[in-house]
């Protein structure tokens, strides 16, 4: 599946080409960008409100406009496994009052809630990969793209760091005020518009914090944060970056205490790989006498993490596993009872396990709030997938990913690197993490770089 056009105009035009004259207007520039700045810059803001989730649906309006104002709209290579793929999203819909092996269906109001969220989410994301695909960079500068997403990074950071020191910090936000009682206090919407900064959990055997802020869970901060970091190192260590290079090591130690204290195995095991994958580039780019200035700094991160708390941290977290067992399981029953009950279009959203794996009759009780076996479609995107969209939605989502990484994992465009980690984040953490929302989003932005960058690339070639 190649590229493709959306209407009979040239691609130029899709491409958002300004004429012979090269740069738009100053004002046409700033106009292009908009939504993705007052999206990224008024995080916090939006954290207060209660709003860091919608405000992604709210951003995806004007951008969407954008596309629907253009002559023409050009996509990637793939794209139309993501189409289909998104034609398998509604179909699945027909699903949703069906019945799932070992499992319970739940009240048809929240299950049309929770699918239509996940749908809303799947058109933004599509939204902004075309988007930022189409604009040209003129209008819509490559570096002012990473330097919000590494300003996101920062956010993050300190939103966790946040979460450490004040833990039980939670507050009505305003979007929670004004909502009626009975809306505002269902337990999914709930999540979304609860500001607060941290997760006690008893993950170690006792009550311990996990950060969340500015993000509804502490998996979700985990996945952010890792998503961001390699705009943010390209951004504040690049060579056009100024003062923020002398800022960024602060930042990054700031970053390095909750990323400690979140007992986020799915984080650190996605930081190792990305360490691994930066050396791997540099040597590929500058040859294996990298490895004598790579072998200073490599010691220098090893000795001052096993000075940090961070081997307690993983010691005490290897030694409570407790969920591995659980996850395993559900991984396995979630398969099994889509290759049962649908196996090519799955059930449209999450179904209750019906009782535990124990017991039919077991589940949460008031001494053991654990016990109860976590929804199929949980526990990670690629879980999600299997069960919502069944084997053919799975396989679907998969080939426009696999097709994108292909397409450009010989390049050596620094933008198309930070992509390729990012998507490498995405294809690791879609076992343990739910992805959809802020994550894919990112994602769906690098991805729109990359190719943007390798179209006007070929492009100059062809000249």
């Not at 738009?24 to 207060?48: C, E, T, Y």
């Not at 709003?51 to 990637?76: C, D, G, H």
């Not at 000795?303 to 396995?332: F, W, Y």
Request: aromatic share 12%; with cysteine.
């Amino acid at each position: 599946m190649g590229e493709l056009s959306l209407s009979s105009h040239n691609v130029a035009a899709a491409a958002g080409t300004v004429g012979a004259g090269g740069a738009a207007p100053r004002r046409d520039r700033w106009w292009a960008g908009w939504p993705l700045s007052v999206l990224f810059v008024g995080f916090p803001l939006w954290w207060v409100l209660g709003m860091t989730e919608f405000v992604f649906f709210l951003a995806a309006v004007p951008m969407a406009w954008s596309l629907i104002s253009r002559k023409t709209v050009i996509a990637p290579r793939g794209f139309g496994w993501w189409i289909a793929f998104l034609a398998v999203v509604l179909v699945s819909a027909t699903m949703l009052t069906s019945d799932a092996p070992f499992s319970t269906t739940g009240p048809l109001g929240g299950t049309l809630l929770t699918y239509t969220y996940r749908l809303c989410w799947y058109v933004v994301v599509t939204v902004v990969l075309l988007y930022v695909g189409n604009t040209d960079k003129t209008r819509l500068p490559t570096q002012r793209v990473v330097r919000l997403l590494g300003y996101m990074f920062v956010v993050t950071a300190f939103g966790g760091l946040l979460g450490v020191l004040a833990p039980n910090f939670e507050f009505s936000s305003a979007l929670e005020l004004v909502l009626p009682h009975s809306i505002g206090s269902n337990k999914f919407l709930h999540a979304l518009i609860h500001p607060a900064t941290a997760d006690i959990q008893n993950v170690l055997g006792f009550a311990q914090p996990r950060p969340r802020a500015p993000y509804a869970y502490a998996n979700s901060w985990g996945a952010n944060l890792s998503f961001f970091l390699p705009f943010f190192l390209y951004g504040w260590f690049g060579r056009e970056s100024g003062w923020r290079r002398i800022a960024g090591w602060p930042v990054l130690v700031v970053a390095a205490i909750p990323v400690v204290y979140s007992l986020n195995r799915g984080l650190w095991a996605v930081l190792v790989v990305g360490a691994l994958y930066a050396v791997v580039q540099v040597i590929r780019l500058r040859g294996f006498h990298a490895m004598a200035w790579l072998a200073p700094v490599a010691v220098v991160a090893v000795v001052a993490a096993l000075l940090s708390p961070l081997p307690t941290m993983i010691s005490e977290r290897l030694a409570h596993q407790h969920s591995n067992d659980r996850r395993s399981e559900l991984a396995v029953k979630t398969i099994e009872s889509t290759v049962k009950g649908s196996p090519l279009i799955g059930f449209g959203n999450t179904r209750d396990v019906e009782g535990s794996f124990g017991s039919i009759a077991g589940g949460a009780t008031l001494g053991c709030p654990a016990c109860a076996v976590p929804p199929f479609g949980t526990q990670g995107h690629l879980w999600l997938v299997v069960f919502t969209q069944g084997l053919l939605g799975t396989a679907l989502f998969l080939a426009f990913f696999l097709v994108r990484f292909a397409r450009h994992v010989r390049s050596r465009e620094p933008i198309t690197m930070i992509g390729l980690a990012v998507l490498l984040f995405f294809l690791i953490e879609i076992l343990v993490y739910d992805t959809l929302g802020a994550p894919l989003f990112t994602l769906m932005i690098a991805l729109g770089l990359m190719w943007r960058d390798d179209r006007d690339a070929k492009a100059v070639t062809t000249r």
